[in-house]
C-alpha cells in the first residue's frame, strides 16, 4: 500500500550514541516533515523539506540534523543522544499546493537511557 | 505565531453518548484547520478539514465548523462508539507556514460499552 514507511519501529540507545531514523514516501510528494510527540505537547516540528534539495528548521531543532537524500527519502539523525530526545518521531509527506492534510508514518519509539 | 488550544483530556463516555472536543486557535491570515486521529499504537490519520470559514469538514460522523468569529474548530460526534477510543488533536496550517502544521497537545478519548 501507498504510504510513508519509517524505521526502525523501535530503538533503545544509550546517552552519547548516535543513530539515523529514515523515512520515504512513495507518493511522490515534495513536501517532507518530522514531528516528534511527547505527552500532552501534541506533535512539535523539528525540521522539514519543502521540496527535494532543501531543508528547514522547525520548532525544535537542536540535537537534530536532516538529509532529503531524493524526493522519496528525509532521514533524521541524532549524533549525539541526550535523554530529552526520549519520544515518539513521525514522519509526514504532503503534496504542495492546496489544502492538502498529510500522510504519516507509523512512527519510532525511541528511548535514550 | 500560529497555536491550537484544545479542551483538556481525557475524556470518558459511555457508548452512544455525544461528543464534543474543543479547540481554538490564534494565527494569522486565512488557515486551514484540520482534525486528526491517532488509534493505539499507529500514526496520525486524517479526520476532517476545512479550509475557509463557514465551512464544515465531516468523516466517520464526526463533524466540525470552521468558526471564525470564534477561531474555533470544535469536533462533535452524535453517537460515539468504543472503536472511536483514540487520541485527537486539532491543528492548522498557516497561509504563508510553507505547509507547516501546528498541532494542538490533543485529546485522550475513552469510550467504554
Known amino acids: 500500500n501507498a504510504g510513508v514507511t519509517q524505521t526502525p519501529k523501535f530503538q533503545v540507545l544509550k546517552t552519547g550514541q548516535s543513530m539515523t531514523l529514515q523515512c520515504a514516501q512513495d507518493?511522490?510528494?515534495?513536501?517532507m516533515y518530522w514531528y516528534r510527540q511527547d505527552p500532552g505537547m501534541g506533535l512539535r516540528l523539528i525540521y522539514y523539506?519543502?521540496?527535494?534539495?532543501?531543508?528547514d528548521k522547525g520548532e525544535v531543532p537542536n540535537g537534530y540534523n536532516v538529509s532529503r537524500l531524493n524526493k522519496r527519502e528525509f532521514s533524521l539523525r541524532l549524533e549525539s543522544a541526550a535523554p530529552s530526545q526520549t519520544s515518539v518521531y513521525f514522519c509526514?509527506?504532503?503534496?504542495?499546493?492546496?489544502?492538502?492534510?498529510?500522510?504519516f508514518g507509523s512512527g519510532t519509539r525511541l528511548t535514550v537511557v | 505565531g500560529n497555536s491550537v488550544t484544545q479542551m483538556e483530556g481525557p475524556v470518558t463516555l459511555s457508548e452512544e453518548a455525544f461528543l464534543t472536543i474543543n479547540c481554538t486557535y490564534t494565527a494569522t491570515g486565512y488557515p486551514s484547520l484540520f482534525w486528526y486521529v491517532q488509534y493505539p499504537g499507529e500514526g496520525l490519520q486524517l479526520l476532517l478539514k476545512a479550509t475557509k470559514a463557514d465551512d464544515k469538514g465531516s468523516n466517520k460522523g464526526f463533524e466540525a465548523t470552521y468558526r471564525k468569529e470564534t477561531t474555533s474548530f470544535h469536533l462533535e460526534k452524535g453517537s460515539v462508539q468504543v472503536s472511536d477510543s483514540a487520541v485527537y488533536f486539532c491543528a492548522l496550517r498557516g497561509g504563508t507556514s510553507y505547509g507547516k502544521l501546528t498541532f494542538g497537545q490533543g485529546t485522550i478519548l475513552t469510550v467504554h460499552p
Open positions: 509526514a509527506s504532503r503534496e504542495t499546493g492546496g489544502a492538502y492534510g498529510y500522510t
Open positions: 523539506s519543502a521540496s527535494e534539495g532543501t531543508t
Open positions: 507518493m511522490n510528494h515534495n513536501s
